[in-house]
C-alpha cells in the first residue's frame, strides 16, 4: 500500500501503485516528454494514445524503470524506483512488473520455450507447468513452443512476448501496442484474456494503443501530445 502524508494524525492510505511526478525526457534537445504528472491505481487499465513519435514508449519505458527521466522521479508504491539499489531495482523489475515490447524484444536464436521461460529463470521464480500450459493454448503458441522465435511470424513473435510477460504474473503490465500485429480473433482472445487476469490477478495495465473500444471493462484514457499528457473526456 501506498501511504500518503498524516492528516489529522492519521495515516491515509491509498490504492496507489504507480506515480510519474514532474517527467521530462528529451534526445539531443528535442524535448519528448514535458513535465508529466502521472498517477495510476492498483487494478485499473490505463490506455495511452497519441501519434507516432509522440513519446508514449519512452513514458512506459520510464514509468516501467526501464529508462532513467532527465528530471522527474517514479514513485513504485511510494520508492523512486530509479534511485533504489541494483538489487532492489531488479526484483521490482524482474518480479512485479511486465512489459510487452513494441518490437517484442524476443532472444534471437533461443525457441519460444527458452525466451518465455528466461525471465522466472533469472529471477528463480517457481515455474507452475499447469498454468504454462494454459497460457500457451490460450495464446494458441502450443504448436511453437519449439520453434525458434526468428521464424516467427510478427503476430506469433507478438503472443509469446504476451506469454513471456504473463507467465511471472506481474503486479503492473506494460503493454506497448500489444495488439498491433494481431488479427480480430487473436485480439479478442488477448483482451478477454487480459480482462480476466485484471479480476482475478488483481492486474494493473498501462497499454498503449490505437484501437478503439478495447477493454469491455472500465478504463481510464490519456492521450501525449507535444509532451503533454491529458485525459480524454469519454462520451458513452
Ligand atoms: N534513445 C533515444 N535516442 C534518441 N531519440 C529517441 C530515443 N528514444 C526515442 N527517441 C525519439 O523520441 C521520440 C518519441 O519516440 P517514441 O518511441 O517514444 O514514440 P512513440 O509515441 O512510441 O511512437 P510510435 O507510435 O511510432 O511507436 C521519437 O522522435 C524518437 O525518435
Ligand atoms: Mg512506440
Redo the contacts with the bound molecule.
Keep these: 500500500m501506498y501511504v500518503l502524508p498524516k492528516k489529522g494524525g492519521r495515516l491515509i492510505y491509498s490504492s496507489l501503485i504507480l506515480k510519474g511526478e514532474n517527467i521530462s525526457q528529451s534526445?539531443?534537445g528535442?524535448t519528448?516528454l514535458n513535465n508529466i504528472n502521472c498517477e495510476f491505481k492498483k487494478n485499473t487499465i490505463t490506455l495511452i494514445k497519441?501519434?507516432?513519435?509522440?513519446?508514449?514508449?519512452?513514458?512506459l519505458?520510464i514509468l516501467s524503470g526501464l529508462?532513467k527521466p532527465k528530471s522527474g522521479f517514479v514513485l513504485y508504491e511510494g520508492e523512486n524506483i530509479h534511485i533504489l539499489d541494483e538489487k532492489q531495482q531488479a526484483k521490482i523489475r524482474g518480479e512485479k512488473i511486465g512489459f510487452i515490447f513494441?518490437e517484442f524484444n524476443l532472444i534471437p536464436d533461443l525457441t519460444v520455450e527458452k525466451n518465455i521461460l528466461l525471465p522466472i529463470e533469472l529471477n528463480k521464480m517457481h515455474i507452475d507447468n499447469e498454468e504454462l500450459n494454459n497460457l500457451y493454448k490460450k495464446l494458441d503458441i502450443s504448436h511453437l513452443i519449439k520453434k525458434n522465435v526468428r521464424l516467427l511470424s510478427g503476430g506469433e513473435k507478438q503472443r509469446v512476448a504476451i506469454a513471456r510477460a504473463l507467465l511471472k504474473k506481474p503486479e503492473i503490465l506494460f503493454a506497448?501496442?500489444p495488439t498491433g500485429n494481431l488479427d480480430a480473433i487473436n485480439t479478442n482472445a488477448i483482451v478477454k484474456m487480459l480482462e480476466q487476469i485484471i479480476i482475478e490477478q488483481k492486474l494493473t495495465l498501462i497499454v498503449?494503443t490505437h484501437e478503439e473500444k478495447l477493454f469491455n471493462l472500465p478504463y481510464k484514457e490519456f492521450e501525449?501530445t507535444n509532451g503533454i499528457l491529458s485525459e480524454c473526456i469519454k462520451n458513452d
Excluded: P
Design positions: 534526445y539531443n528535442y519528448v497519441g501519434k507516432s513519435g509522440s513519446g508514449k514508449s519512452t513514458l519505458h529508462e513494441q506497448d501496442e498503449v501525449l
